[in-house]
T-cell receptor
């Protein structure tokens, strides 16, 4: 397995507060992804990165921003958390285009 | 239209039977396709990938790709109760550099 660490693993936060989730990888993979998983929706792509400082929006990017200043780290920020952002968030990495993704352990975020 | 579509199930099969999971995709530029298995409360794990039209076999698993019909499938032979999980289909959109997943199909294998 690729060395992918997500932090925190669990978080409860209040509506309106900013939240940052971190994904750290030790595999030197070029691609990194943030997904959210909700019942009935599978994995929905929030944002992704295909290189340092190269990021793009996914299917459900509203209310989220990302940054990737170095290969190892991909940060997901909820600018002002809402209850609709309560979800399980997965980070994934891939070596390059058209390659498989390896997943982190997930972060369970609850917005109250 | 979702980019990758799957029947949510549940698909229920008896132990020892063949389970057939299906997926369609909308982006004709997609070149690589993946099947992941996800147990409840766990992260998705890769089972198979396929890039070329036709069949690809790995143990009890066979992935099938038909690019003309934009269709991907996964067959699980001799299904076991331990195969009970959600199976996620994914397509890499080459034009947009992103990996898109379907909603997943829940498989239940009963003894």
């Amino acid at each position: 397995d690729a060395g992918i660490t997500q932090s925190p693993r669990h978080k409860v936060t209040e509506t309106g507060t900013p939240v940052t989730l971190r994904c750290h990888q030790t595999e030197n993979h070029r691609y990194m992804y943030w997904y959210r998983q909700d019942p009935g929706h599978g994995l929905r792509l929030i944002h992704y990165s295909y290189g340092v400082k190269d990021t793009d929006k996914g299917e459900v990017s509203d209310g989220y921003s990302v940054s990737r200043s170095k290969t190892e780290d991909f940060l997901l920020t909820l600018e002002s958390a809402t209850s609709s952002q309560t979800s399980v968030y997965f980070c994934a990495t891939g070596q390059g285009a058209n390659t498989e993704a390896f997943f982190g352990q997930g972060t369970r975020l609850t917005v109250v | 239209q979702k980019e990758v579509e799957q029947n949510s199930g549940p698909l229920s099969v008896p132990e020892g039977a063949i389970a057939s999971l299906n997926c369609t995709y909308s982006d004709r530029g997609s070149q690589s396709f993946f099947w992941y298995r996800q147990y409840s409360g766990k992260s998705p794990e890769l089972i198979m990938f396929i890039y070329s039209n036709g069949d690809k076999e790995d143990g009890r698993f066979t992935a099938q790709l038909n690019k003309a019909s934009q269709y991907v499938s996964l067959l699980i032979r001799d299904s076991q109760p331990s195969d009970s999980a959600t199976y996620l289909c994914a397509a890499f959109s080459g034009g947009y550099n992103k990996l898109i997943f379907g909603a997943g199909t829940r498989l239940a294998v009963h003894p």
